[in-house]
């Protein structure tokens, strides 16, 4: 099992580059594929979603935004920002590798607190939500870098529209999960507070976008501003501080 | 509709904030507390632990923490139950939470005839009759392996330890480390014994009046979202990128 997991890490580390346009596709259609064996193995293996260390959420994050970046392709040929997804997923994946040492155990029983079926539905909105708005903030860069086609910008909203409806579910969800769990819904803990700053970040993104003045440039500041943070949820709130999350 | 929402759930959290309660209830087995006694509830009723109870799984990890209850009420018949994480019970306006437990110590200690009994928690301490020492639990380890050092290696008690300290005027003489029932010599007449374990259990007991304001308010919050980005999407079947396109929509919605 952990060969398909190590294999799937060392084979997303992908190019930049977008003139070895074929050389791209293969290998990230190979990364893909077994990124997504290594899901499968651990829902096999575990008998449930892989959900719920924070090393099955990056394996599941960046599959998740490869995918819906695989869909934008085919629809709207967007292409550009291939490279900048690869870099991004080939980044997640080597923080997840950087935990395996410390995981031999951790796709394990589930302790009581995560024992819920609020579990599955809190997290894989999240992932999606943050798979687009990873997908949204590629593009954005892109954009930046004077690389635009003509559905940019309108790509990037309805990504961000979609992924902020996701985000807005799983907070909910998270608070419904907390009441049941901890009897309350929402107690400022770091990943909370942080979850809802991402939230408003974006809200202010949606709000703006339709002024004249907010398309372009300062959309797509706004929407990399976005996923800053929302690394910044994910990342600095496990590792730098504590709370009910850090497990996560 | 988003934005209400919004301000429902504030209202909500206010209201709890102000009017709503939490208690910490920290009981043993075989013990009645009076929870009426700590929250307002619809009507008075105690609690009883009957037993409290963890579940190993095969690496000796916790599966799930289970308070056997009964509750007692003087107007409505008893209630027998099981709390656990994830699975809280609501009796009259109060609902009652697994929250955490923690593990006392049946200590004993004897002096020549002199025997005393005492059940502490991990950081307390019995001053055994006959000399001027005194012993401190200092931490029960369930599983006690010295590769670990003081932190237990499973939940599940494997291998059971009460790490315990010594003191004389205020000076730390010695740790030691003792199995259950194993008699440790404090003094030159003066032996000690941690006979056994029991676990206390740490039931949170919360009101939240503004509960239903808050779940109508988060309802309408997540419809409302995809209300305000996608119906309109549907409605309006000229694609999003024109200007005037985007200004519409978002202006249609009427929250």
């Known amino acids: ?248 | 509709m988003l934005h209400t929402g919004i301000i429902l759930v504030l209202i909500g959290g206010g209201i709890n904030s102000i009017y709503g309660q939490t208690a910490q209830i920290i009981i043993k087995e075989g013990d009645t507390i009076s929870v009426s006694k700590l929250i307002s509830s619809k009507s008075a009723f105690k609690l009883k632990l009957n037993k409290f109870e963890i579940k190993f799984n095969p690496d000796g990890s916790p599966a799930q923490y289970y308070s056997g209850i009964n509750i007692i009420s003087e107007i409505k018949p008893l209630v027998k139950a099981s709390i656990s994480v994830n699975h809280p019970l609501k009796y009259e306006g109060v609902k009652l939470y697994q929250e955490s437990f923690g593990y006392l110590v049946v200590t004993q200690a004897e002096n020549g005839g002199k025997k005393i009994g005492k059940t502490i928690k991990e950081g307390e301490t019995i001053k055994p009759p006959g000399t001027s020492r005194i012993v401190r639990v200092y931490k029960y380890i369930p599983n006690y392996n010295p590769q670990y050092g003081m932190e237990t290696k499973t939940l599940r008690p494997d291998n059971p330890r009460v790490m315990f300290s010594v003191y004389e005027d205020k000076n730390l003489l010695g740790v030691g480390v003792a199995r259950l029932g194993e008699p440790v010599k404090i003094d030159r007449d003066t032996i000690v014994k941690f006979k056994a374990i029991k676990l206390y259990s740490v039931i949170n007991a919360k009101t939240d009046p503004g509960l239903s304001f808050t779940c109508i308010g988060g309802v309408m919050l997540v419809v409302g979202v995809f209300l305000a980005l996608f119906i309109s999407q549907l409605l309006k079947p000229t694609n999003m990128a024109g200007e005037d396109g985007s200004k519409d929509i978002l202006a249609e919605d009427n929250h």
């Open chain 1, 1 to 248: 099992m952990f060969i398909y997991i190590l294999a799937a890490v060392f084979n997303f580390v992908d190019l930049k580059k977008v003139s070895a346009a074929r050389a791209y596709s293969i290998l990230s259609l190979i990364g893909s594929v077994l990124n997504l064996a290594a899901l499968v193995a651990m829902i096999i293996v575990n008998r449930r979603l892989p959900l719920a260390t924070g090393y099955e959420f990056l394996l599941s994050f960046a599959l998740v935004m490869v995918v819906i970046y695989r869909f934008m392709v085919i629809k709207d040929d967007i292409r550009s920002a291939g490279g900048f997804v690869m870099l991004i997923a080939a980044l997640l994946l080597f923080a997840a590798a950087i935990q395996i040492p410390g995981n031999y155990n951790g796709s394990g029983p589930l302790m009581p607190a995560l024992k819920s079926p609020w579990l599955g539905v809190h997290v894989l909105t999240a992932v999606i939500a943050y798979g687009g708005f990873a997908l949204a903030a590629s593009l954005a860069i892109m954009n930046l870098a004077g690389e635009m086609e003509p559905k940019t910008s309108s790509s990037i909203y309805n990504l961000v529209a979609g992924s902020f409806a996701m985000l807005s579910l799983s907070i909910v969800l998270g608070a419904v999960w907390a009441e049941q769990a901890w009897g309350t819904y929402w107690s400022w803990d770091p990943k909370e507070t942080w979850a809802m700053i991402t939230w408003i970040i974006y809200a202010i993104y949606l709000h703006l976008h339709r002024r004249q003045g907010w398309k372009g440039k300062k959309a797509d500041i706004l929407v990399i501003v976005g996923f800053i943070i929302v690394l910044f949820t994910f990342f600095g709130v496990n590792y730098l501080m504590s709370g009910l999350h850090s497990y996560s």
